[in-house]
Every structure is written in C-alpha cells, then in structure tokens.
C-alpha cells in the first residue's frame, strides 16, 4: 500500500507540475475562472478535470465555504481552467440578413454531463445600439423564455458597436465605435454548453455596475477588489444581503470610465429564465452559470444611463400607467383581526385629517386563509365599507395567493372545484395529477390568532397552483375574480406568495429524482436546492416544466390578474406582485416584500427602489415603518418622510406588531407625517407625468444621481440620496438620533423644497440641517413643476387648482410639462383622451402651451405660480397682457408668488 501511495503522489505531482507551467501561470488572481463551481472541490477533483489547482491564502477555503450564506469572501478559486482547454472552434461563418451566423464544434466534452458539441451562434444587429448574441443547439430545440420580444430580421444600417469574432478558440469580441472601449469579450474563459450547465464570461469595461435584482444590496457593485457571487431563483424570503430574493432581473448597467471625457454606460440583458449565478470579479470580468434554456444576451450601448434603460424596455417591454389614486397614500396591515379594529383605523385616520387613497386588508380578512373569501363573522359589513369609501373617492385592495385549498368539502368552494373540471392547476411529473403543497389556506381562525408562526406549520392547508401560463387559466382565474367582485367591489388586487411560495420543500408527497429535480449542478440558491420552499422543478405547466418556467410565475400570475381586473372593472388595473421579471412593470407594481423595522432595511429601500426602476417596474415602494419587528415613532416617521417620495407609498405592518398607521402616534409626530404626505399629494401631478413619460418614453420615475451628473465622479455610489424625474432631490434621514444629514448636492442650481431657498454651496457634500420634523427635498433650476392644492384625497382633490412651482436655472429660464387625464380609463391615451401642456419660462415670461387639450369632462385652473431665483425684485406681473396685481415677492428668498 505505502509503495503505491508513493507512485501515485509522484504521478500527480507531474501532472500538477506540466499544467502550471504550461497552461497556469495566470500571474493575477483575478484572471482566474471557476472550473469547479460545484461545492466541495479538492485537487484531486479539480486535476481529473484536467484544470489547474493552486491554493492561494484565504481563512475561507472552498471546502468549507458555506454555500448558505453564499459568502465567497475573498475566495478566488483554487481550482481554475487551463489556456489549453477544450474550446470551440468556428466552423463555418455566413452573412445574413440579420448580421451572421456562425457553427461553431468542440472535439470532445469535458466536465459536465450532456455537452452540446455542434452549436450555432447568432450575431443579431438589432438597432445601431442593440446588439444580440444567441447560442444555440444546431440540431435539437431547447427551451426558450416565453417574453415577447422584438423580431428584426434585418440587420441595422449604421451601429455604434463593432463585432468581430475569432476562430480558434471561439470567443466573440464588441467594442465601442467611438472610443474603441471594449463592451463585451467572451475570450477571458471557455464556453461550457451541456444540457443543463452554460457558463460563459465576459470581460468588463469596469468594476462598476448597478443592476441585478431582486437582492438586497447597496446600489453600487464595486467589484474593484472583490469577487460576488450573485443567485438568481425566486425564492419566498426576508430581503437579506447576499441570497436569492423574489424577484428575477438579470440585467445591469455598466459604467464605463473614462479620465476627462463624458462617461458613456452600457449594458447586458441576459434573456434567461433558469436558475442562475452571475459571479463577478476584479479582473473585472462577469461570468454567467444557468441551468437550461440558451444563451440569448442583449447588449445596449446607451450611450447614457437613461438610454441604456430604455433599449432595455424596447425589449422586455414599457411600464403600465397606473390608475391616479394608486398614486396616494396605502394602508395596510396584518391583523386587522376584524372590521371593528379596520373601522376604528380608518375612523382616526379621517379625525386625524390625513390624506388618504386606499386601504387594504391582508390574508386575516380572508375565511381560513381562503382565496376569494371574507371572514363574515369577524369582517361582518365590509363589502359596504368597501362602497363606503368608493362614496368618498376612496378605494380598496384585497389579497390572493396563488396557492388554491383542495381540502373543501365538494361542491362548497368552486375556486378549487371548478379549477379541477377545467384541468388549469399544475400538475406532478408527467402525470395530469395536480401537485399538491401546503401555503395559507384552510388553516382555522384559532390558529391565525397564534402569533408564533411556527404553530402555523402543524395545522396547514393543502394547496394546488394554478398554471398562469396556461391560456385557459386566464378565463377561470377572471371568472373566480369577477364573481368574487361581485361579492366585494375591490379595486386592486395584490399578488403575495407568487414565488411560488410552499411551506414543503417540493411537495406534499416530495419530488423526483430525475435530473430536473437533481440537475448536475445546482446554482447557489438559499437552501441549497431548487425545491427549498417551492414546488418540485419538474412539476409540469402548460409551457414547459417549473425548472424552466419557475422565475416566470410571478410574471404570468401578474399577466393574468391585471387582464382580469381590465375585463371586471372596465378601468385601468392596480396590482401589486411580490415576484417579478423583466417585462413585470407592463402589469404590476411591486414591493421590496417581508422588510423589518430597522433603519438598516429603511436605507436598503432607496437602492431597491432605484432599481427596480431600471428593471421596468418603476411603481415601487418598500413597506413604510417596516413590516416585521416592532417600529418606534422616530423611524416610523423618518420612514413615513421618506415614503412620500417613494413611487408607491405604502405603510403595512405584520402580524402581532403594535398599529403602526399614523394617527396612532404622538400629537408631533403625526403633525410631521401630515407634512409628509401634503407635499406627496402636492406633486402628485408632477409624478403622473413623470408615469406617462415611464410609460411612452421609457423613463425611470426615480434615478440614482449618477445618472443625471455623470462626471461628477463622486456620484458614482450614491444611494442614500435620490432624484424623482430629473428635479427633484431627495436626502432623507436615515440615521437614528441623527439632526444633520451629511449630503451631495450636485453641480447645479438647487433651491429647498418648499421654502424656495437657494442653496448657496453646490458640487460639494454638506451636512444639511434635518431635525425630525424635516425631510430635505430640493428642486433643480431649470424645471417648472406642476402641483395641485391637496384635497382629502387624490380624486377629490383633481378639481382644486393646480400650482406652478418654477425653479430658474443660473440663466433664468425653466421648462416642464403636464400629462392629465381622467385618472383610471384604460385608453386615454390611445383614445388621446387627454391633456398634455408645456410650460417654459424664457426672458420672464411664463408660457402654457396646450399640445393636446381633448380631455375637457373637468376644467383645469391654475392657482397659484411661484417662481424661484429672481436675483432683483420682481415690480410687475403681467397675465395675459394685463397688468396682475396680485403678487408676492419675497426679498430675502428671491421668490416671487402670484395667483
Ligand atoms: C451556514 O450558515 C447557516 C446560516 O447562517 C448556518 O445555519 C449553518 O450552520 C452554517 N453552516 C456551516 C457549516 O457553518
Ligand atoms: C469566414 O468565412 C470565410 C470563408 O467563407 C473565411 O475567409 C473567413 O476567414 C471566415 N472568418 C472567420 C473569422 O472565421
Ligand atoms: C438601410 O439603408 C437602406 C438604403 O439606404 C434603406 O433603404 C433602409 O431602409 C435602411 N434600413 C434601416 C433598417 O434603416
Ligand atoms: C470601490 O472599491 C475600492 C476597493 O475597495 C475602493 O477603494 C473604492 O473607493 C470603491 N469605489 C467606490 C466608488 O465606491
Ligand atoms: C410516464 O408515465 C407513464 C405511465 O405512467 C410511464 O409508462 C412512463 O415510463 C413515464 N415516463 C417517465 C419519463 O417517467
Ligand atoms: C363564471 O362562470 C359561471 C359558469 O360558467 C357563470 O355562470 C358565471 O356567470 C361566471 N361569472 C362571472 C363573474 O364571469
Ligand atoms: C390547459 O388547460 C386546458 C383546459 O382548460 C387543459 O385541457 C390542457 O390540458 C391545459 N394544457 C396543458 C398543456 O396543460
Ligand atoms: C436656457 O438657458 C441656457 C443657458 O443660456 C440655454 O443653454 C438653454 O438652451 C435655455 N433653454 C431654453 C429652453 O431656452
């Protein structure tokens, strides 16, 4: 035995040795790419993949990496590919009518089950700033994502990118016509293709990038000295640093830097609905990992952010105009328990005077957790509340989950009943068996009292999943939703659970083993397998198995309900989705889900919102004063300041927590929420306009600062601050006890909100005064924003006169411009049922001018006009050529009003 030990170790210890100096002598760290992704890597598995093995100095080593957590810490791979490889080389190449096609082969498969030796690549030159990259397999179908997206099948004119591609090995290389930068260069690592492992990479342009959701992380990925690893699996989960979260969003944005010239941005669409790693590192270099489907990768050269944004929504497709009063303020909590305890909430809120738009309730109104029911002991009356507040301009929105109880008597509950006759829930493995897991419903009101959740675990309901993808699903969902409007006058609808989330790992009765329920390799997803709190992957839809379609399912679901509520309510649709991918903002809006009460999760809502508007659902908010744990009247304040600038502002609260709505809290504090929520409905017509410009020119409703000051470099990082359009500026507190907010305020005119007080120092970070009962908002120069005098509510208050708030550029000049309609009509714009006025201010005269002025069923005053940084005292004010009297200019602040 020890003598053949000796021959072995000699053995290996040549083989070690020609690799490394042939082929391993990569002489930075960060040129290395994972050959061995898979957890517990040793030499001897890396040398039998004829890869390269070198330990670098890490506490973290990869055999006791905690896939859990996901931590890769410093952790460079130990275990990294060769120069000498097997790649693929091209075969053959032709022009097409599209761009090129290429066949590219490899000789021999290396590590992974079921490689793909014979693939053809497509070079799609879409428009001259998109680019599509697609590898597929030559001979057999494989799946691909169900999204719409464009075809074009002939090749742009004129591009601002380059392709030129090399032989052997294959790698594909895209620069920047105007700079030569390179945006794209496949040759860092070799191609993987097996049936159910693609791995690729690129280099990168450089270690910024923002994008990649849905993870809980700062708005910036600086990966300058840092290795990540990123998941994407929607997964029923806390926000958490570091795992995979509810929502699916392989996109980003890349900055590219360059000294003393504009800074241009592009970015990359990875077009892939399988569960997925993106690892980033300094090289800086990105690498993709999926488990199916095929390799179909945009590339958007922007030039600017905004640009980049909205090449990406030429693709996935452009945000839905939300309804008007969706745009107020949202109350929500878990535990209501009954109407008495609902009724007392909305009774203080009025006593109180807050405005307010809509008031929800969440899973308890519900009997038994049941979809499509109330509880009419407990919520005895609340279809007539719901009328009650329809009477006052108020509305309401209800909750569904997916998950459909089949534990009702026969005949008693016709959503599961009538689902089973029309065949539309998923079904087991090649079965047309449904498969059955275990969420809400059918639990008992004694049990929902609980508040520990563990007991929930013992005494749950069995539950189907309806298949969205399925076209008949559609007519049974809006049939089970319409006969239950008919009961309750909802009007919206919010979609939770939609990951699918399932309390059982996989099933009731488990899973497979098939290698769709056991794939090869397994990306890092929470629970290191794809069951964890899900369905089985190789559960069946009609479109495909859940191993291909689970990441959609949020999608389809959100599809599905707001065609539904269109054909109910004949208006335009309200849905919140916790579960999300690209193309979700045509349908739904979204929150960043299960949140804590901490001024840590408060922070970590600012770069979620910021880019959940680059992912095109830019109506997103995260829950005011936080969900889980105990809020405290300061952060539930400084929440509810920062919440009014959030697209969609709803404070909700959880199970077993203390009321948390704002007329519960001290006589101060609600006089400062009030403040809050007066200057939300005060812009509320500024933020429709800013939806219609989402909705027809693909721009976010709140960006990052680095998008609008590009070379201001010290933006780069910047996500404690935000810009609402390109105006406004908002720097809350998000520090407890803190009475200064330490802030950057750009290169540029800048006058506080609502005071009209022009900031002196600009270009600079500067500690701005923000005791509790104030939140720093600023208004650009250069910009006329349209207001409105605040009513109760937002649909009471569109008859009362509209604001101009006109903030003078260092030049004197200003421009903007409003988008009004009738609120919540499906087609006002198709139908051109509406108005859109422009305002500039040139030389001191002001002037409206109507583009479209067709939708006249309620006339529009203008009250007052206020305008901002006028350097001498303003003497006379002319409307329309006459001399106006009634005037106010205020010397100290160098603001003039007049109404
Ligand atoms: C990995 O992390 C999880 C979550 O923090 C923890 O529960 C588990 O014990 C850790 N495992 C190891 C091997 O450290
Ligand atoms: C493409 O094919 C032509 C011949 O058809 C060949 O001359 C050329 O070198 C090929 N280009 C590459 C990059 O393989
Ligand atoms: C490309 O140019 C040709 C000739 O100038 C023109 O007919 C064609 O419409 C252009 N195609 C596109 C997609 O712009
Ligand atoms: C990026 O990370 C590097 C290294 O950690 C750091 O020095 C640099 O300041 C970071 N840049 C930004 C903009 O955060
Ligand atoms: C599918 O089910 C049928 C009938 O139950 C069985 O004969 C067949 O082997 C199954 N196929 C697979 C792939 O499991
Ligand atoms: C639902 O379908 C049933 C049976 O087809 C029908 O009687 C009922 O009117 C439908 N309800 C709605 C609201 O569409
Ligand atoms: C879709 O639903 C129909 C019935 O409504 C059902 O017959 C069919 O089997 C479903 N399709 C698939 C592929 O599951
Ligand atoms: C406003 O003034 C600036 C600087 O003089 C000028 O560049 C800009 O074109 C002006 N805008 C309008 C709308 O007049």
Same mark, same amino acid.
């Given at each position: 035995?020890?003598?053949?030990?000796?021959?072995?170790?000699?053995?290996?210890?040549?083989?070690?040795?020609?690799?490394?100096?042939?082929?391993?002598?990569?002489?930075?760290?960060?040129?290395?790419?994972?050959?061995?992704?898979?957890?517990?890597?040793?030499?001897?598995?890396?040398?039998?993949?004829?890869?390269?093995?070198?330990?670098?100095?890490?506490?973290?080593?990869?055999?006791?990496?905690?896939?859990?957590?996901?931590?890769?810490?410093?952790?460079?791979?130990?275990?990294?590919? *060769?120069?000498?490889?097997?790649?693929?080389?091209?075969?053959?190449?032709?022009?097409?009518?599209?761009?090129?096609?290429?066949?590219?082969?490899?000789?021999?498969?290396?590590?992974?089950?079921?490689?793909?030796?014979?693939?053809?690549?497509?070079?799609?030159?879409?428009?001259?700033?998109?680019?599509?990259?697609?590898?597929?397999?030559?001979?057999?179908?494989?799946?691909?994502?169900?999204?719409?997206?464009?075809?074009?099948?002939?090749?742009?004119?004129?591009?601002?990118?380059?392709?030129?591609?090399?032989?052997?090995?294959?790698?594909?290389?895209?620069?920047?016509?105007?700079?030569?930068?390179?945006?794209?260069?496949?040759?860092?690592?070799?191609?993987?293709?097996?049936?159910?492992?693609?791995?690729?990479?690129?280099?990168?342009?450089?270690?910024?990038?923002?994008?990649?959701?849905?993870?809980?992380?700062?708005?910036?990925?600086?990966?300058?000295?840092?290795?990540?690893?990123?998941?994407?699996?929607?997964?029923?989960?806390?926000?958490?640093?570091?795992?995979?979260?509810?929502?699916?969003?392989?996109?980003?944005?890349?900055?590219?830097?360059?000294?003393?010239?504009?800074?241009?941005?592009?970015?990359?669409?990875?077009?892939?609905?399988?569960?997925?790693?993106?690892?980033?590192? *300094?090289?800086?270099?990105?690498?993709?990992?999926?488990?199916?489907?095929?390799?179909?990768?945009?590339?958007?050269?922007?030039?600017?952010?905004?640009?980049?944004?909205?090449?990406? #929504?030429?693709?996935?497709?452009?945000?839905?105009?939300?309804?008007?009063?969706?745009?107020?303020?949202?109350?929500?909590?878990?535990?209501?328990?009954?109407?008495?305890?609902?009724?007392? &909430?909305?009774?203080?809120?009025?006593?109180?005077?807050?405005?307010?738009?809509?008031? #929800?309730?969440?899973?308890?109104?519900?009997?038994?957790?049941?979809?499509?029911?109330?509880?009419?002991?407990?919520?005895?009356?609340?279809?007539?509340? &719901?009328?009650?507040?329809?009477?006052?301009?108020?509305?309401?929105?209800?909750?569904?989950?997916?998950?459909?109880?089949?534990?009702?008597?026969?005949?008693?509950?016709?959503?599961?009943?009538?689902?089973?006759?029309?065949?539309?829930?998923?079904?087991?493995?090649?079965?047309?068996?449904?498969?059955?897991?275990?969420?809400?419903?059918?639990?008992?009101?004694?049990?929902?009292?609980?508040?520990?959740?563990?007991? !929930?675990?013992?005494?749950?309901?069995?539950?189907?999943?309806?298949?969205?993808?399925?076209?008949?699903?559609?007519?049974?969902?809006?049939?089970?939703?319409?006969?239950?409007?008919?009961?309750?006058?909802?009007?919206?609808?919010?979609?939770?659970?939609?990951?699918?989330?399932?309390?059982?790992?996989?099933?009731?009765?488990?899973?497979?083993?098939?290698?769709?329920?056991?794939?090869?390799?397994?990306?890092?997803?929470?629970?290191?397998?794809?069951?964890?709190?899900?369905?089985?992957?190789?559960?069946?839809?009609?479109?495909?198995?859940?191993?291909?379609?689970?990441?959609?399912?949020? !999608?389809?679901?959100?599809?599905?309900?707001?065609?539904?509520?269109?054909?109910?309510?004949?208006?335009?649709?309200?849905?919140?989705?916790?579960?999300?991918?690209?193309?979700?903002?045509?349908?739904?809006?979204?929150?960043?889900?299960?949140?804590?009460?901490?001024?840590?999760?408060?922070?970590?809502?600012?770069?979620?919102?910021?880019?959940?508007?680059?992912?095109?659902?830019?109506? &997103?908010?995260?829950?005011?004063?936080?969900?889980?744990?105990?809020?405290?009247?300061?952060?539930?304040?400084?929440?509810?300041?920062?919440?009014?600038?959030?697209?969609?502002?709803?404070?909700?609260?959880?199970?077993?927590?203390?009321?948390?709505?704002?007329?519960?809290?001290? #006589?101060?504090?609600?006089?400062?929420?009030?403040?809050?929520?007066?200057?939300?409905?005060?812009?509320?017509?500024?933020?429709?306009?800013?939806?219609?410009?989402?909705?027809?020119?693909?721009?976010?409703?709140?960006?990052?600062?680095?998008?609008?000051?590009?070379?201001?470099?010290?933006?780069?990082?910047?996500?404690?601050?935000?810009?609402?359009?390109?105006?406004?500026?908002?720097?809350?507190?998000?520090?407890?006890?803190?009475?200064?907010? %330490?802030?950057?305020? *750009?290169?540029?005119?800048?006058?506080?909100?609502?005071?009209?007080?022009? @900031?002196?120092?600009?270009?600079?970070?500067?500690?701005?005064?923000?005791?509790?009962?104030?939140?720093?908002?600023?208004?650009?120069?250069?910009?006329?924003?349209?207001?409105?005098?605040?009513?109760?509510?937002?649909?009471?208050?569109?008859?009362?006169?509209?604001?101009?708030?006109?903030?003078?550029?260092?030049?004197?000049?200003?421009?903007?411009?409003?988008? #009004?309609?009738?609120?919540?009509?499906?087609?006002?714009?198709?139908?051109?049922?509406?108005?859109?006025?422009?305002?500039?201010?040139?030389?001191?005269?002001?002037?409206?001018?109507?583009?479209?002025?067709?939708?006249?069923?309620?006339? @529009?005053?203008?009250?007052?006009?206020?305008?901002?940084?006028?350097?001498?005292?303003?003497?006379? &004010?002319?409307?329309?050529?006459?001399? %106006?009297?009634?005037?106010?200019?205020?010397?100290?602040?160098?603001?003039?009003?007049?109404?």
């Amino acid at each position: 035995m020890a003598h053949f030990y000796v021959v072995k170790c000699i053995v290996m210890l040549f083989f070690v040795y020609y690799v490394c100096a042939q082929q391993c002598d990569h002489t930075v760290e960060a040129a290395r790419f994972d050959c061995h992704p898979e957890p517990f890597v040793s030499q001897h598995k890396c040398l039998t993949r004829k890869c390269c093995w070198k330990p670098v100095s890490s506490l973290i080593t990869p055999a006791n990496k905690n896939r859990s957590t996901n931590s890769f810490g410093e952790n460079v791979p130990w275990c990294y590919y *060769p120069r000498d490889f097997p790649m693929y080389q091209i075969k053959t190449n032709e022009s097409t009518a599209f761009g090129q096609r290429l066949t590219i082969v490899k000789q021999q498969s290396t590590y992974m089950p079921n490689e793909i030796l014979h693939l053809t690549v497509d070079l799609l030159y879409e428009t001259s700033q998109r680019f599509r990259l697609r590898i597929y397999d030559s001979t057999n179908k494989r799946f691909e994502v169900p999204l719409p997206v464009p075809v074009v099948e002939t090749k742009a004119n004129a591009t601002d990118y380059e392709v030129s591609f090399s032989q052997a090995p294959f790698a594909i290389l895209v620069k920047r016509k105007s700079t030569g930068l390179t945006l794209f260069d496949s040759s860092v690592s070799p191609l993987i293709y097996a049936d159910q492992f693609i791995k690729f990479s690129s280099r990168l342009s450089s270690s910024f990038l923002y994008g990649f959701g849905e993870h809980q992380q700062p708005l910036l990925i600086n990966v300058t000295n840092e290795w990540k690893k990123l998941t994407f699996w929607t997964r029923d989960f806390p926000p958490t640093q570091q795992v995979n979260l509810y929502g699916v969003h392989p996109f980003h944005i890349n900055v590219e830097m360059k000294s003393n010239s504009p800074t241009n941005f592009h970015g990359h669409f990875f077009l892939n609905s399988n569960a997925m790693d993106i690892d980033l590192q *300094p090289l800086p270099a990105i690498t993709y990992t999926t488990i199916g489907g095929i390799i179909d990768l945009y590339l958007f050269t922007g030039a600017t952010a905004q640009d980049v944004i909205q090449q990406y #929504w030429d693709v996935i497709g452009k945000p839905a105009m939300p309804p008007y009063w969706s745009l107020g303020f949202h109350l929500c909590r878990y535990g209501y328990n009954n109407i008495d305890n609902l009724r007392a &909430v909305i009774q203080r809120m009025h006593d109180s005077e807050f405005p307010y738009d809509v008031q #929800w309730t969440d899973i308890d109104a519900m009997l038994s957790h049941l979809d499509f029911t109330y509880d009419q002991t407990q919520f005895t009356g609340l279809p007539d509340l &719901v009328r009650s507040f329809h009477s006052e301009g108020k509305h309401y929105v209800n909750i569904i989950d997916p998950g459909i109880s089949k534990t009702q008597p026969s005949g008693t509950y016709p959503p599961y009943d009538d689902g089973l006759k029309r065949a539309i829930f998923m079904t087991k493995f090649n079965s047309t068996e449904p498969i059955t897991g275990k969420v809400w419903p059918g639990m008992n009101r004694r049990w929902a009292r609980l508040v520990d959740s563990h007991h !929930y675990f013992l005494h749950l309901g069995l539950t189907v999943f309806p298949d969205f993808t399925n076209a008949s699903t559609i007519d049974w969902w809006t049939n089970i939703t319409g006969t239950f409007h008919d009961t309750i006058p909802f009007d919206g609808i919010w979609i939770d659970m939609n990951e699918p989330s399932n309390f059982v790992d996989g099933s009731h009765d488990g899973c497979t083993d098939n290698s769709l329920d056991k794939p090869p390799f397994i990306p890092h997803v929470l629970g290191d397998s794809l069951s964890a709190k899900t369905l089985c992957p190789s559960a069946q839809h009609a479109l495909s198995f859940h191993y291909n379609l689970h990441n959609m399912y949020g !999608y389809f679901e959100a599809k599905a309900t707001n065609l539904a509520l269109k054909t109910i309510r004949r208006k335009r649709p309200f849905v919140l989705s916790r579960s999300s991918f690209p193309g979700s903002g045509q349908y739904t809006a979204h929150w960043t889900g299960d949140n804590r009460a901490t001024h840590e999760d408060m922070y970590f809502s600012i770069p979620a919102i910021l880019s959940f508007n680059m992912f095109g659902i830019p109506n &997103v908010g995260a829950d005011i004063c936080g969900f889980e744990l105990e809020t405290t009247e300061e952060l539930c304040t400084r929440w509810m300041q920062l919440g009014a600038f959030y697209p969609f502002m709803r404070n909700h609260n959880d199970l077993g927590h203390r009321d948390q709505d704002p007329a519960v809290f001290s #006589w101060t504090a609600q006089q400062i929420m009030k403040q809050a929520l007066l200057m939300r409905y005060s812009l509320a017509p500024f933020w429709y306009t800013l939806h219609h410009q989402a909705a027809m020119t693909s721009r976010t409703l709140v960006q990052p600062l680095h998008f609008e000051f590009p070379n201001e470099d010290i933006t780069l990082g910047i996500d404690r601050q935000f810009l609402i359009g390109r105006a406004i500026l908002v720097s809350p507190n998000l520090v407890s006890k803190a009475t200064t907010v %330490h802030a950057y305020i *750009p290169q540029d005119v800048w006058y506080q909100f609502p005071s009209g007080i022009k @900031m002196k120092v600009v270009g600079t970070f500067t500690d701005l005064d923000a005791p509790l009962d104030k939140i720093n908002v600023h208004v650009r120069g250069g910009f006329i924003i349209p207001m409105q005098i605040p009513g109760a509510n937002l649909m009471t208050g569109r008859g009362n006169p509209f604001t101009l708030l006109v903030a003078q550029s260092a030049s004197g000049n200003a421009t903007g411009n409003l988008y #009004w309609d009738d609120g919540d009509s499906i087609d006002s714009i198709e139908t051109k049922a509406y108005n859109y006025l422009e305002f500039s201010l040139v030389s001191g005269v002001l002037t409206i001018n109507a583009i479209v002025g067709s939708y006249k069923d309620s006339p @529009m005053r203008l009250g007052i006009v206020q305008v901002l940084g006028f350097s001498k005292a303003v003497t006379s &004010v002319t409307v329309n050529g006459n001399d %106006h009297r009634d005037f106010f200019y205020n010397i100290p602040d160098q603001v003039c009003s007049s109404s």
